[in-house]
């Protein structure tokens, strides 16, 4: 069955610095994945999606996320992570009909 | 173009009460999904509707009834709310694509059941 990991509950970065967040996936093929943003009292919205071709994906406000099928990951990155970044953050794979989201990563951004 | 809304915001219901929340989208989309969202929990898959007049279980179906009487309008049910369906509720709407294709959230609705 599709499953999404997010080990991370919980990051805490200074403004400034580079975030990576781990996503994982259990998927019998190439699966669609998905990351969305949540900012505190908002819905979500979608940062960027992986369908096929080029591995490195770019998405909206500098993220980009990079598919390891080896590794069975999906982890998103910013070079540079500004203060309006703090929000929760979801991974998502396909399924039918559906997505299967991860439990999410909470980020704080220090001053 | 206000994309999928969601009615009422917040509310707060009394163990067993009933109430019905609407979600509407002008977008023309033929997959629509209810979701909740607790701490720790992610967002979890109540139910979904591939199109007008159909409805299916997701994950978590107890306790919830739908209904797609129109294409853009998703109701979700509580029949007898419970303290444990107190979460935010969140709708989603999106092309046949379904799970491979971009879903579009409402802002969510909050509700407390005491």
């Known amino acids: 069955a599709q499953s999404v990991t997010q080990p991370d509950i919980h990051i805490t970065v200074s403004e400034g610095a580079s975030l990576e967040l781990r996503c994982n996936y259990s998927y019998g093929a190439t699966p669609y994945l998905f990351w969305y943003v949540q900012s505190p009292g908002q819905g979500l919205q979608l940062l960027l999606k992986?369908?096929?071709?080029?591995?490195l994906v770019q998405g909206i406000k500098g993220f980009e996320a990079e598919f390891k099928r080896s590794q069975s990951s999906f982890n998103l990155r910013k070079p540079s992570v500004h203060w309006s970044d703090a929000a929760e953050y979801f991974c998502?794979?396909?399924?039918?009909?559906?997505?299967?989201f991860g439990t999410g990563t909470r980020l704080k951004v220090l001053a | 173009n206000a994309g999928v809304t969601q009615t009422p915001k917040f509310r707060v219901l009394k163990t067993g009460q009933s109430m019905t929340l609407l979600c509407a989208q002008d977008?023309?989309?033929?997959?629509m999904y209810w979701y909740r969202q607790d701490p720790g929990m992610g967002l979890r898959l109540i139910h979904y509707s591939v199109g007008e007049g159909t409805t299916a279980k997701g994950e978590v179906p107890d306790g919830y009834n739908v209904s797609r009487l129109k294409k853009q309008n998703f109701l979700l049910g509580l029949e007898s709310a419970a303290p444990s369906q107190t979460s935010v509720y969140f709708c989603a709407s999106s092309l046949p694509g379904g799970g491979a294709d971009t879903q579009y959230f409402g802002p969510g609705t909050r509700l407390t059941v005491l």
């Open positions: 998502a794979v396909e399924g039918t009909y559906k997505y299967i």
């Open positions: 977008m023309n989309h033929e997959y």
């Open positions: 992986y369908f096929s071709g080029d591995t």
